[in-house]
């Protein structure tokens, strides 16, 4: 087969050494019937996905005569587990091993492999893996549909399980098989965790090394989706959004604008808050961010960002909105704004619609906030710092930089499944409005095409 070294040239290259030391422990820990437990994680892109596929031809192709069932699970059956049965069948037919194929099983031989969803919704019932059960991207599957579910399947024959995916939280299933294994390592000495960062796989593929380094100068060092898919380290269950080395790099030198400089381009972002309840002290805020492009660095046009300072911000706290949106549309026309955001959630989507009928040469986008997009939010607010592609005017003794700067330091960051992040301002620590505003500024920037000639001069008023 080729999964391990051959001449044909015609086939696809051998595993790599990192991806041969755990599939052989795994192999032996199958043949013996010795039930470990394994953890595979490969840096993202490092060949993870093809070591599983190569270790299940060769399982089902050494057990078609005796007989054997692996069962796979993943976090969902479209497209993680469809695409790993497809993979699989297509190492089998490279190898020229006769199967069957009847999703969701394929057969060779006597051998079997059941690819199973661990979506809280999908039945599992009657699988049963007398040789492995696999777990792929275990850090998004819940631990309690696992053990319920799966782990059942492997007890009665004491069968070999493995873990594969890359880090994400300190609590998930994939951290906690890492927890085990190591206390097994120090009772017997055998080795259960196969950890492999960006840099292990880089020796042995330099285009690769090429790829991560810039990932590296795109996203930041310290980004959470560096730290946990390069170098496999899982994020703090919830800790700061920024570190204080981050908060200095957000931190610029230049002077804040009254008023827009001729030649220069100007975006914003509208965190709209509710009107006044009766306790204006306690109301959120609503808060404009005003930016002037920048035309991106070497480092900046590799990660795709577009560089903006913050020259303005303008707060309202519990205005009525029928004050509140004549002065956003006099403030977007006079900085001559030719792009928003709005937090088009609830009352903001009526806020954005009229703001755009308000103020026509301003192109107007209502982001709406759901788990997956205030996600992608935080994590462009943290490249968008960690490249120095955003920048706070200088620190001018106003409350507007003081909230904006305590904000920014007390938010919190929470990981949550599927890769994904919560962030936010804790209750009793204040608001966040400052915050959402200058992530959608953040948004704004990199909606815009990086064509910037700069002035010195103020524009008159309009």
């Not at 030391?21 to 032996?28: C, D, K, N, V």
Request: aromatic share 6%; hydrophobic share 40%; proline share 6%.
């Amino acid at each position: 087969m080729h999964s391990f070294p051959h001449s044909d040239a015609r086939r696809p290259p051998p595993l790599r050494p990192y991806q041969l030391e755990p599939l052989r422990a795994i192999i032996q820990s199958v043949r013996t019937n010795a039930g470990r437990s394994f953890v595979l994680e490969i840096s993202r892109q490092g060949g993870k996905n093809e070591t599983s596929a190569r270790l299940e031809a060769l399982l089902l192709a050494a057990y078609k005569d005796r007989g054997g069932a692996i069962v796979k699970t993943a976090p969902t059956l479209d497209p993680q587990l469809r695409t790993s049965y497809t993979r699989l069948a297509d190492y089998l037919a490279a190898d020229g091993i006769a199967r069957r194929t009847t999703w969701p099983t394929i057969h060779v031989g006597r051998a079997t492999i059941d690819f199973r969803s661990a979506e809280p919704s999908a039945n599992v019932v009657g699988a049963t893996a007398s040789l492995l059960l696999e777990v792929d991207e275990a850090q998004d599957v819940q631990p309690d549909i696992f053990d319920k579910r799966f782990r059942p399947m492997a007890s009665t024959t004491n069968a070999t399980t493995v873990y594969y995916g890359t880090a994400w939280g300190e609590a998930d299933l994939l951290q906690r098989a890492i927890a085990e294994n190591a206390r097994a390592e120090q009772a017997d000495g055998i080795r259960r965790n196969f950890i492999f960062d960006w840099l292990e796989v880089s020796k042995y593929n330099a285009p690769y090394r090429l790829f991560v380094e810039a990932e590296r100068a795109r996203l930041g060092e310290d980004h959470p989706i560096f730290q946990t898919e390069y170098r496999l380290i899982p994020l703090e269950g919830e800790g700061k959004l920024l570190s204080p080395a981050q908060l200095r790099q957000l931190q610029g030198t230049h002077e804040r604008l009254r008023g827009p400089l001729i030649a220069e381009r100007y975006i914003a972002a509208l965190d709209v808050a509710g009107e006044d309840t009766g306790s204006a002290r306690t109301n959120d805020r609503t808060v404009l961010t005003i930016g002037r492009l920048n035309q991106p660095d070497d480092l900046q046009a590799i990660a795709g960002v577009i560089p903006v300072d913050v020259v303005e911000h303008v707060a309202w706290q519990g205005e009525r909105h029928a004050v509140l949106l004549p002065a956003v549309a006099d403030h977007l026309r006079r900085w001559r704004v030719g792009s928003l955001t709005i937090d088009a959630t609830g009352i903001g989507e009526t806020t954005a619609s009229l703001t755009s009928a308000a103020v026509p040469n301003c192109k107007v986008e209502g982001f709406k906030f759901t788990q997956g997009s205030k996600s992608d939010l935080g994590f462009g607010l943290i490249t968008a710092v960690n490249t120095g592609a955003l920048k706070l005017y200088a620190a001018d003794a106003s409350p507007e930089h003081a909230t904006c700067t305590a904000e920014l330091a007390r938010a919190r960051k929470e990981t949550r499944p599927n890769n994904t992040i919560a962030f936010s301002v804790p209750e009793s620590d204040g608001h966040d409005d400052y915050l959402i505003s200058l992530a959608l500024l953040a948004h704004t920037a990199r909606q815009n095409p990086a064509r910037v000639a700069r002035g010195r001069n103020h524009a008159p008023n309009r």
